[in-house]
């Protein structure tokens, strides 16, 4: 971190150094100073989708939702058709429990980008927080199926499994 940090105090106002060092922060849970170098380098790339996400990631860590929420809509203004942001935008419904806002999005997470295995995962995740047992096993094993080493959804799906109440419709 020390690095980066000498790396944007040489050059205030090299924008990747900036957004590098927002990553870093971001990584070590330190979301705040994440957005203090995000909003730095937003200055300098007012319309980079790329920056608004990791600035909407950074506000949906802090559970600041509203923020959150405005950074994903104007991105996928600007890119509709961008996998990874109608995932977030799912996990930020789900956090706040808009359930059948989160599935919309996450559905279209798939339909934009079929084998990305987060997605699924999201999706398990977003069935086994509505109770839908068996529906959540099917996305964590499709999840594992295109990314076998996928470890989080190889223990929901192992957990799921083993549980002695599983409903099965």
């Known amino acids: 971190m020390k690095a980066y940090k000498y790396a944007t105090m040489i050059q205030e106002n090299h924008p990747k150094a900036t957004i ?29 989708s790329e920056l608004t996400y990791l600035i909407a990631r950074c506000h949906l860590k802090l559970k600041q939702h509203t923020t959150a929420y405005d950074c994903l809509h104007k991105c996928l203004t600007t890119e509709s058709s961008n996998d990874v942001y109608w995932s977030s935008l799912g996990i930020l419904f789900a956090e706040l429990n808009q359930l059948k806002q989160s599935y919309d999005c996450l559905t279209n997470a798939v339909k934009f980008n079929p084998t990305g295995a987060d997605h699924y995962y999201n999706l398990g995740c977003l069935f086994e927080l509505s109770t839908q047992t068996k529906d959540a096993i099917k996305m964590y094993e499709k999840a594992i199926e295109l990314q076998p080493n996928f470890t989080q959804a190889i223990n929901n799906a192992r957990r799921l499994s083993i549980q002695p109440d599983l409903k099965v419709e």
């Open 20 to 48: 590098f060092a927002g990553w870093l922060c971001y990584q070590l849970d330190q979301s705040e100073q994440a957005l203090s170098y995000f909003a730095k380098a937003e200055s300098m790339f007012p319309t980079n």
